[in-house]
C-alpha cells in the first residue's frame, strides 16, 4: 500500500514562515506528480503547488511569489515552503501524489491525512 505522510504545519502570525514536508512510502512503481493541495473550513480542497516529474510546476495565483515547492524524486518527498503567510492562507493543507503503485495497473491519486496550519493576524 502506498502512504503519503506530512510533516510541519502548526501557528504562526501573519508575515511568518512554515515549511511542510511529506514523503510517499510503499510499493512504488512511480510517482508522476507530487504536490499541496488545501481546505479552508466550508470551502472546497483547492491547488496550491504541485510538481511534475519533468519538473514542470504548477502554482496556484493566490501564494506564486510566497510560497516555493520542491521535490526529491530520489527520495520521493515533496516539500513546500511558505513566506510571508497570510490570515487567508489559515486551511489543513494535504500531501498529494499521483503514483502508480506496482500492485496496480495504472497511476493513482493518493492524499496525506493533512496537517493544518493556521496564520493569525
Known amino acids: 500500500q502506498v502512504q503519503l505522510v506530512e510533516s510541519g504545519g502548526g501557528l504562526v502570525q501573519t508575515g511568518g514562515s512554515l515549511r511542510l514536508s511529506c514523503a510517499a512510502s510503499g510499493n512504488i512503481g512511480s510517482i508522476k506528480t507530487m504536490g499541496w493541495y488545501r481546505q479552508a473550513p466550508g470551502k472546497q480542497r483547492d491547488l496550491v503547488a504541485t510538481?511534475?516529474?519533468?519538473?514542470?510546476?504548477k502554482y496556484a495565483d493566490s501564494v506564486r511569489g510566497r510560497f516555493t515547492v520542491s521535490r526529491d524524486n530520489a527520495k520521493n518527498t515533496v516539500d513546500l515552503q511558505m513566506d510571508n503567510l497570510k490570515p487567508e492562507d489559515t486551511a489543513v493543507y494535504y500531501c498529494?501524489?499521483?503514483?502508480?503503485?506496482?500492485?496496480?495497473?495504472?497511476?493513482?491519486?493518493?492524499w496525506g491525512q493533512g496537517t493544518p496550519v493556521t496564520v493569525s493576524s
Open positions: 510538481v511534475i516529474d519533468n519538473g514542470d510546476i
Open positions: 498529494y501524489g499521483l503514483i502508480w503503485p506496482r500492485t496496480h495497473l495504472a497511476f493513482s491519486a493518493f
